[in-house]
Nanobody
Protein backbone atom coordinates (compact mmCIF):
# COMPACT_ATOMS: atom_id res chain seq x y z
CA UNK A 1 0.00 0.00 0.00
CA UNK A 2 1.02 3.57 -0.67
CA UNK A 3 -0.30 6.55 1.28
CA UNK A 4 -0.35 10.04 -0.21
CA UNK A 5 -0.89 13.28 1.68
CA UNK A 6 -1.19 16.62 -0.08
CA UNK A 7 -0.64 20.08 1.33
CA UNK A 8 -0.06 23.62 0.14
CA UNK A 9 -3.40 24.66 -1.29
CA UNK A 10 -5.04 27.96 -0.53
CA UNK A 11 -6.47 31.19 -1.85
CA UNK A 12 -4.35 33.31 -4.17
CA UNK A 13 -4.94 36.20 -6.54
CA UNK A 14 -4.60 35.77 -10.27
CA UNK A 15 -0.96 35.99 -11.28
CA UNK A 16 0.21 34.58 -7.97
CA UNK A 17 1.97 31.33 -7.12
CA UNK A 18 1.42 28.29 -4.95
CA UNK A 19 3.44 25.15 -4.35
CA UNK A 20 1.60 21.93 -3.67
CA UNK A 21 3.28 19.01 -1.94
CA UNK A 22 2.43 15.33 -2.01
CA UNK A 23 4.19 13.18 0.56
CA UNK A 24 4.30 9.48 -0.22
CA UNK A 25 4.75 6.76 2.41
CA UNK A 26 4.41 3.02 2.64
CA UNK A 27 5.63 0.90 -0.29
CA UNK A 28 7.12 3.81 -2.20
CA UNK A 29 9.52 1.42 -3.92
CA UNK A 30 6.54 0.14 -5.90
CA UNK A 31 5.78 3.55 -7.43
CA UNK A 32 6.60 4.00 -11.11
CA UNK A 33 5.08 7.43 -11.62
CA UNK A 34 3.02 10.09 -9.91
CA UNK A 35 0.58 12.65 -11.19
CA UNK A 36 -1.51 15.64 -10.24
CA UNK A 37 -5.14 15.88 -11.23
CA UNK A 38 -7.62 18.64 -10.53
CA UNK A 39 -11.37 18.94 -10.42
CA UNK A 40 -13.27 22.18 -10.73
CA UNK A 41 -16.84 22.49 -9.42
CA UNK A 42 -19.27 20.82 -11.79
CA UNK A 43 -16.52 19.42 -13.97
CA UNK A 44 -14.80 16.11 -14.36
CA UNK A 45 -11.40 15.45 -12.87
CA UNK A 46 -8.67 16.36 -15.35
CA UNK A 47 -5.01 15.47 -15.72
CA UNK A 48 -2.55 18.25 -14.89
CA UNK A 49 0.94 16.72 -14.81
CA UNK A 50 2.78 13.45 -14.36
CA UNK A 51 6.32 12.57 -13.39
CA UNK A 52 8.29 9.35 -13.50
CA UNK A 53 9.61 8.35 -10.09
CA UNK A 54 13.07 8.09 -11.67
CA UNK A 55 12.76 11.71 -12.74
CA UNK A 56 13.43 11.05 -16.41
CA UNK A 57 10.04 12.00 -17.83
CA UNK A 58 7.46 14.72 -17.21
CA UNK A 59 4.17 15.54 -18.88
CA UNK A 60 1.79 18.49 -18.63
CA UNK A 61 -1.61 19.37 -19.92
CA UNK A 62 -1.32 22.14 -22.51
CA UNK A 63 -3.12 24.69 -20.37
CA UNK A 64 -0.40 24.67 -17.68
CA UNK A 65 2.73 24.27 -19.80
CA UNK A 66 5.23 27.00 -19.01
CA UNK A 67 3.44 27.88 -15.76
CA UNK A 68 3.50 24.67 -13.67
CA UNK A 69 6.52 22.54 -12.81
CA UNK A 70 6.44 19.09 -11.24
CA UNK A 71 9.46 17.91 -9.26
CA UNK A 72 10.51 15.48 -6.57
CA UNK A 73 12.60 15.55 -3.40
CA UNK A 74 14.13 12.09 -3.25
CA UNK A 75 15.11 12.42 0.39
CA UNK A 76 11.55 13.13 1.47
CA UNK A 77 9.59 10.97 -1.01
CA UNK A 78 7.68 14.12 -1.81
CA UNK A 79 6.45 15.38 -5.17
CA UNK A 80 5.83 19.06 -5.69
CA UNK A 81 3.71 21.04 -8.13
CA UNK A 82 4.98 24.60 -8.44
CA UNK A 83 2.21 26.71 -9.90
CA UNK A 84 3.04 30.17 -11.22
CA UNK A 85 1.01 32.79 -13.05
CA UNK A 86 -2.16 31.29 -11.68
CA UNK A 87 -5.45 31.96 -13.41
CA UNK A 88 -9.03 31.73 -12.10
CA UNK A 89 -9.55 28.71 -14.34
CA UNK A 90 -6.88 26.87 -12.33
CA UNK A 91 -9.29 26.78 -9.38
CA UNK A 92 -10.18 23.31 -8.17
CA UNK A 93 -9.34 20.45 -5.85
CA UNK A 94 -5.86 19.20 -6.67
CA UNK A 95 -5.16 15.56 -5.92
CA UNK A 96 -1.98 13.59 -6.32
CA UNK A 97 -1.95 9.99 -7.49
CA UNK A 98 0.57 7.18 -7.74
CA UNK A 99 0.88 4.47 -10.34
CA UNK A 100 2.70 1.18 -9.83
CA UNK A 101 2.58 0.00 -13.44
CA UNK A 102 5.09 1.18 -16.02
CA UNK A 103 3.99 4.36 -17.79
CA UNK A 104 2.82 7.92 -17.25
CA UNK A 105 -0.90 7.82 -17.77
CA UNK A 106 -3.21 10.71 -18.52
CA UNK A 107 -6.36 9.07 -17.21
CA UNK A 108 -7.35 8.89 -13.57
CA UNK A 109 -8.21 5.23 -14.13
CA UNK A 110 -4.55 4.43 -14.73
CA UNK A 111 -3.51 5.38 -11.19
CA UNK A 112 -3.65 3.12 -8.19
CA UNK A 113 -3.37 5.31 -5.10
CA UNK A 114 -4.85 8.72 -4.34
CA UNK A 115 -4.46 11.44 -1.77
CA UNK A 116 -7.32 13.33 -0.18
CA UNK A 117 -6.93 16.48 -2.26
CA UNK A 118 -6.18 20.11 -1.48
CA UNK A 119 -8.25 23.12 -2.52
CA UNK A 120 -6.74 25.78 -4.77
CA UNK A 121 -8.77 28.94 -5.32
CA UNK A 122 -7.57 31.68 -7.66
CA UNK A 123 -9.45 34.96 -7.43
CA UNK A 124 -9.68 37.38 -10.33
Amino acid sequence: QVQLVESGGGLVQAGGSLRLSCAASGRTSSIFSMAWFRQAPGKEREFVSSFSWSGTDQRYVDSVKGRFTISRDNTKNTVYLQMNSLKPEDTGVYTCAARVRIGLGFSQYEYDYWGQGTQVTVSS
